[in-house]
């Protein structure tokens, strides 16, 4: 099993966590040259401020809203990504840091725990040493962790912030639930030409036979779709 944790909004809670003033306000934080917008609280999503946004754009809805913005720091997110990841590698001898806020662990050996109390566990230790919130999502292969943890994201009450695929029967629900556009590795570019064969979610891709995959995605796409029907392959 792996499980893939995510830390929310990470740049923004980064700044919460030395300065708690800016929690439950909108915050916004900018690229090296104060361009444009590359994390949002979720405050700031809520106010329909989108990923990449002109700051000369927006600048008037930043000050019309009190939207919070911050330059980056990026030694300052390196650090507590360090911070994050230490606390991870407590859990799991197989740690693959994917990006500067995620990482995959691989549970081997771990076919008698309870891997959703685990996780539960292992978010509220990363929490209470970092001050940075996680979500984490368990499933048999890296893409359907992936999955998982969107759905994680998307229903923290209901989830608690971590869930964990581990029937068929909750593999196809996720699979339909997921657009087709949202799946990892596949892009707005591919998900129109999927669009236009009828292709809107998750589960219409993996229905898709292989040698069409294979042509239009290649291998990769063809691993990703074995991915999402739970055979390990990436």
């Known amino acids: 099993?792996?499980?893939?944790?995510?830390?929310?909004?990470?740049?923004?809670s980064c700044e919460r966590v030395f300065n708690p003033?800016?929690?439950?306000?909108?915050?916004?934080?900018?690229?090296n040259n104060d361009g444009c917008v590359i994390a949002r609280s979720?405050?700031?999503?809520?106010?329909?401020?989108?990923?990449?946004?002109?700051?000369?754009?927006?600048?008037?809805?930043?000050?019309?809203?009190?939207?919070?913005?911050?330059?980056s720091n990026f030694a300052l997110?390196?650090?507590?990504?360090?911070?994050?990841?230490?606390?991870?590698n407590r859990f799991s001898p197989d740690v693959e840091v994917y990006s500067?806020?995620?990482?995959?662990?691989?549970?081997?050996?771990?076919?008698?725990?309870?891997?959703?109390?685990?996780?539960?566990?292992?978010?509220?230790?990363?929490?209470?040493?970092?001050?940075?919130?996680i979500s984490?999502?368990?499933?048999?292969?890296?893409?359907?962790?992936?999955?998982?943890?969107?759905?994680?994201?998307?229903?923290?009450?209901?989830t608690k912030g971590v869930y964990l695929i581990d029937t068929d029967e909750k593999r196809i629900k996720a699979l339909k639930w997921l657009k087709v556009e949202d799946i990892w590795g596949i892009g707005r570019r591919y998900a129109e030409k999927l669009n236009l064969i009828g292709v809107f979610n998750a589960l219409q891709f993996i229905e898709l036979n292989d040698e069409y995959v294979k042509k239009?995605?290649?291998?990769?796409?063809?691993r990703l779709k074995h991915d999402l029907m739970g055979k390990p392959t990436l």
């Open 216 to 222: 239009v995605f290649s291998v990769v796409g063809l």
């Open 136 to 158: 984490i999502g368990i499933a048999k292969t890296k893409a359907l962790s992936k999955v998982a943890n969107k759905i994680a994201k998307k229903f923290p009450v209901e």
């Open 1 to 12: 099993m792996y499980a893939l944790v995510d830390c929310n909004n990470f740049y923004a």
């Open 77 to 88: 997110y390196g650090d507590m990504s360090f911070r994050v990841m230490t606390i991870l």
């Open 42 to 71: 979720n405050e700031s999503k809520a106010l329909g401020i989108p990923m990449g946004a002109n700051e000369f754009e927006f600048h008037q809805l930043f000050k019309e809203k009190n939207v919070i913005v911050h330059s």
């Open 21 to 31: 003033a800016l929690n439950g306000k909108p915050v916004v934080v900018l690229s």
């Open 100 to 133: 500067i806020d995620e990482a995959f662990l691989k549970f081997v050996g771990f076919e008698n725990y309870d891997l959703n109390a685990y996780c539960l566990e292992m978010k509220r230790k990363v929490t209470k040493g970092t001050g940075i919130p």
